[in-house]
RNA sequence: GCGGAAGUGGCGGAAUUGGCAGACGCGCUAGCCUCAGGAGCUAGUUCCCGCAAGGGAGUGAAGGUUCGAGUCCUUUCUUCCGCACCA
């Protein structure tokens, strides 16, 4: 064999395994399946090792997997759609289409050259009309279960360029590209009702075993799901609707001294136009309105408000108090509007004592009423109610279940589960995006674009200039659109589909790509979904994780799909830094995978990206630890180099049949199997990649020093069986054993080296490559070690080792170790108290 | 503020069920090999005392449970991450 020069592998085996399509997969119901997917790439440009960490993770599970027996389904595809395209459309001139195509054509190079086994004829990109069509198919579905509908909401808006921006285009509160102070506008927009599955989606959570804990959370925290009462507070004097305030301590209601409304509540235009000086009050809501969201929502801003001059009844105790309107209070959660109980809620409580407004206390640990002028903090605790009329005396939990009833029975409250949760607005007035499938007609109003006229074509822009609402309303060929109901002329919708909507169901189309009546046969998904195993960063815990499980229901209850998860098991991996910080182009520290596999080949460099932290872990990426690898790869190249030979041949006897092994070949056998036994585990059930390549390298290790006692060592082991071959002359047994080891090690470094992985494996003489081969299979009764080292410990301190047979019984250990000459040298003139035998451990004895 | 995760050698990290702390790798040291070594092989490498044998200490800190704790419990410190005026 020639020298180690794992760029000629690349190429070969690169060659070989798209020549015989060797990763594509057709459905078999017959054979268990295996759905290995890694969170599809934006089209950046150019990957960086940390994204391709991502993807090489997914590729060692996935060719594991194939080895096991399993149908193996790994695709990948490209979340095309998107701002940055056409924020640099804006700036260079270069149409997105052009730029996403050819950043696409790049980095599949790049993961073609790492050797990612991808079925690649399922490839897709969501900005090709056959992808993209089905996002409009489903959106018009859910517009017929009323799941998608249309509301009024804000914007960001430049009054400089005079056009919508994205949050993202939002930099310290100015406009990304003149700097120009953001407002907020209303616009009519799409929403996806995501709501009516909040409680599913946070129960369901429970079933989600195999996620981790972490984005559990805080899936549960962004549902926030919480429990109260809405309770209406008439307007005093006045007829008309109440103001109903969301609480989830009705029990403190006998010390709600004010009624708080958020800037945006209906209600307050009504009572500006009804103030005494109405433009003064416009004015501050306006002021409210104005101020930055980021700083508003933030806490740390400064608490306002004024006081409208309406006072509203307290349904409970009768009283009128007064109406404020507050910057800090939320218009879009619960119902805009709160009753302000300062002596129990902290915010309220600062309000109160800014603005003079009486405290009351109501609840308190024990029972004795309290004087709220000694409080310097709100009291937010449980306690016992105090001056609630008929309610005082009782227990807080136990006032609300009684309160909610009886406000119930007057009609004047409800208890209510409140989320924090809201429905997902789709609107994006962008261009590059999935046009939204609906037209505007002034006869039949809102119409959606017949299923047979879809998709609805993204139209070719020649000019993007970042001016002006959505660039689609500058195509007039585009706007202008017969009714589908009534032929006159009539209006398409102009806005795109936020991109998560692409991304919420991509992976349904992989287990059917190219499906033209369909999203997919539901066959097929039937077959491949959920996914088994999803892997991908943790910044997409909580939007892209939470949309697609919401997906999945949606295409559940059209009856699709039966299933509810997507995703049965969920890995977040870890970033790679350099130089401690995240890899960007701007900082200039990104490490580019390219200028590596020129060097040191794509498995050196899978393998150290998997061995240098567990897979959740972030890592610093160190170009040292690249050279480690290579060293171990090259080790394995000249271990297979030097025995493959002598191994390689007819008539080589499995082990088993050999009965007189050597001490070292027994336990070099235990060696090969206890590895079996850790990489298997370690890769499919624990996802420790990093210490599955450990016990790999000890493996070698073992085997080189094998190999040097097998060597150098003489004749001293030899009989008359041996086999003799290549001029290299060793015991029948030696190459049995070696044969063993060495082909299991191949085989379990090809998820983490394949190229290198196969090149041995063809000169172990397995014609077939490994795409035949199995994974090695672990022998509990080889492992099994015939003698153990047991230390024995005197007073928690080891004192002595004892080499006994395995099967020692616990009693003969405990007189084993009591009878050892360095326990002994510490046990000498002092009582045993106690002796504990950890059977096949350790034996503990306690002296005094 | 609330929630989550984590603190182990010079570094990345191991320790699977409460049972020999530091596997494996990087780095470093020495020897061998070599014209040479930024290649390879072998040995060593937690800290302190000691020529050595050996002894002592040791997993952020302080307590506790236990024959035995990196692991379990309590308190506490630090770091990272997420959410953050959600009534």
């Not at 915010?347 to 603005?355: G, N, S, T």
Request: glycine share 8%; hydrophobic share 40%.
């Amino acid at each position: 064999m020639a020298d180690y020069t794992p760029q000629d592998l690349d190429r070969k085996w690169q060659q070989r395994w798209a020549s015989s399509r060797a990763f594509e997969v057709v459905a078999d119901p017959s054979r268990p399946k295996f759905y290995c997917l890694e969170m599809f790439a934006y089209p950046s440009g150019h990957a960086h090792v940390g994204h391709v960490r991502n993807y090489i993770i997914g590729d060692v599970m996935a060719r594991l997997k194939r080895m096991l027996g399993y149908n193996v389904l790994h695709p990948f595809g490209w979340d095309a759609f998107g701002l940055p395209a056409e924020n640099a459309a804006i700036k260079s001139g270069i149409h997105p289409e052009t730029s996403t195509r050819g950043n696409i054509a790049h980095m599949k190079g790049q993961l073609q050259r790492l050797g990612i086994s991808y079925a690649w004829e399922r490839e897709l990109a969501t900005c090709d009309p056959e992808y993209y069509k089905w996002n409009q198919w489903l959106f018009i579905r859910m517009f017929e279960k009323g799941l998608a509908y249309r509301r009024r909401s804000s914007v960001n808006w430049c009054p400089s360029c005079r056009t919508v921006l994205a949050n993202e285009q939002v930099v310290d509160g100015g406009c990304w590209r003149c700097g120009t102070s953001v407002e907020t506008r209303d616009l009519e927009q799409w929403f996806f009702r995501i709501t009516a599955y909040a409680d599913e989606l946070l129960e369901s959570t429970a079933t989600l075993t195999k996620w981790p804990e972490k984005v559990l959370t805080m899936q549960r925290n962004w549902i926030g799901r919480s429990e109260g009462a809405r309770v209406k507070f008439l307007l005093e004097g006045t007829p008309g609707a109440p103001i109903e305030v969301f609480t989830t301590r009705i029990d403190t209601i006998y010390g709600a001294t004010f009624v708080l409304l958020a800037p945006e509540h209906p209600l307050v235009a009504d009572l500006a136009a009804a103030s005494p000086d109405p433009a003064s009050f416009r004015q501050q809501v306006q002021a409210f309105r104005l101020q930055d969201r980021a700083a508003r929502m933030s806490g740390e801003a400064e608490k306002q408000g004024f006081d409208t001059g309406v006072r509203v009844v307290n349904p409970f105790t009768g009283e009128a108090v007064p109406v404020w309107v507050a910057n800090f209070v939320l218009g879009e959660y619960g119902t805009g509007a709160v009753m302000a109980v300062p002596a129990h809620d902290q915010r309220d409580f600062e309000f109160a004592r800014k603005f003079g407004l009486p405290i009351r206390v109501v609840v308190t640990p024990d029972g004795q009423p309290s004087d709220a002028a000694s409080l310097d903090e709100a009291a937010d605790a449980y306690g016992t109610l105090v001056g609630s009329g008929e309610y005082s005396g009782l227990p807080s939990a136990e006032a609300q279940t009684r309160m909610i009833a009886d406000a119930r029975t007057k009609g004047i409250g409800e208890g209510t589960v409140q989320f924090r949760l809201k429905d997902w607005g789709i609107s994006r007035q962008r261009y590059w995006g999935t046009p939204i499938p609906m037209i505007y007609c002034d006869t039949d109003g809102i119409v959606p674009v017949p299923d047979d006229q879809l998709p609805v074509v993204l139209p070719t822009i020649a000019e993007f200039t970042g001016r002006g609402d959505s660039p689609l309303a500058q195509v007039p060929e585009f706007v202008n659109v017969a009714c589908p109901t009534c032929g006159r002329p009539a209006r398409r919708e102009t806005d795109t589909m936020d991109t998560f909507v692409d991304s919420s169901w991509y992976f349904y189309r992989f287990a059917d790509p190219r499906n033209d009546r369909m999203p997919f046969d539901p066959a097929a998904v039937q077959y491949w979904l959920p996914v088994d195993f999803y892997s991908g960063g943790v910044e997409h815990a909580i939007l892209h994780l939470i949309y697609s499980r919401f997906f999945a229901r949606v295409f559940r209850d059209l009856g699709l799909v039966d299933h509810g998860e997507p995703f049965t098991q969920l890995l977040t991996q870890g970033m790679v830094l350099k130089d401690g910080a995240v890899m960007s182009k701007s900082k200039g520290n990104v490490v580019d995978p390219d200028s590596m596999l020129q060097k040191y080949g794509a498995d050196a460099l899978r393998l150290y990206v998997m061995f240098v932290a567990p897979p959740e872990k972030e890592v610093e990426w160190t170009d040292t630890g690249l050279e480690g690898s290579f060293r171990f790869l090259a080790r394995v190249w000249r271990l297979v180099d030097h025995w493959c030979e002598t191994i390689d041949g007819e008539g080589i006897d499995s082990p088993d049949l050999c009965v007189n092994l050597t001490a070292a070949e027994r336990s070099l056998r235990r060696k090969t199997h206890d590895t079996i036994r850790r990489v298997t585990v370690d890769i499919e059930q624990r996802q420790q990649l990093n210490t599955a390549v450990s016990a790999m390298m000890e493996l070698v290790n073992e085997l080189y020093a094998f190999s040097e006692g097998t060597i150098t060592g003489g004749p001293s082991h030899r009989t008359d069986e041996d086999v003799e071959h290549a001029g290299q002359t060793e015991r029948r047994e030696t190459v049995c054993v070696v044969r063993e080891s060495v082909e299991a090690l191949v085989r379990m470094l090809a998820p983490f080296a394949p190229h290198t992985a196969e090149e041995l494996w063809a000169a172990l003489g397995h014609e077939a490559g490994l795409a035949a081969a199995t994974w090695p299979t672990f022998r509990a009764d080889v492992a099994r070690a015939d003698e153990l080292v047991i230390p024995v410990q005197v007073n928690g301190k080891v004192r002595g080792r004892l080499t006994v047979p395995a099967e020692i019984a616990d009693a003969e250990l405990e007189a084993l170790a009591l009878a050892d000459t360095g326990v002994q040298a510490h046990t000498a003139g002092k009582t045993v108290r106690k002796v504990v035998v950890a059977k096949g451990r350790l034996v503990s004895i306690v002296v005094a």
